[in-house]
């Protein structure tokens, strides 16, 4: 099973930017879309953000316009870009495959917007 590891998350003042990669152990090829999830505390673990293998993607009306995924399959990453950041934003990220065949959840990255 393919490992996945989230960093660049961090403390970033509202209206700022992030961007936040997931590293894969092996390759992404077969998978046919990998998704960034957030967690706010006391909340349900959300979807965020889908990128397919060829390259369709889909977000949530709270952060389309905002956010951009997208994926490198030669470097076995995907990425989440993260613009004009507010508050609501706050949360652990994780990635993980977008759809049936999902795997464990790791540790996630913490994103903390301050307004």
């Known amino acids: 099973q393919v490992q996945l590891v989230e960093s660049g998350g961090g403390l970033v003042q509202a209206g700022g930017s992030l961007r936040l990669a997931c590293a894969a152990s092996?390759?992404?090829?077969?998978?046919?879309?990998m998704g960034w999830y957030r967690q706010a505390p006391g909340k349900q673990r959300e979807l965020v953000a889908i990128v397919t293998s060829v390259g369709l993607t889909h977000y949530p009306d709270s952060v389309k316009g905002r956010f951009t995924i997208s994926r490198d399959n030669a470097k076995n990453t995907v990425y989440l870009q993260m613009d004009s950041l507010k508050p609501e934003d706050t949360g652990v990220y994780y990635c993980?495959?977008?759809?049936?065949?999902?795997?464990?959840w790791g540790q996630g990255t913490q994103v903390i917007v301050s307004s």
């Open positions: 993980n495959v977008g759809g049936p065949g999902m795997g464990s």
């Open positions: 092996g390759s992404i090829l077969s998978i046919v879309a």
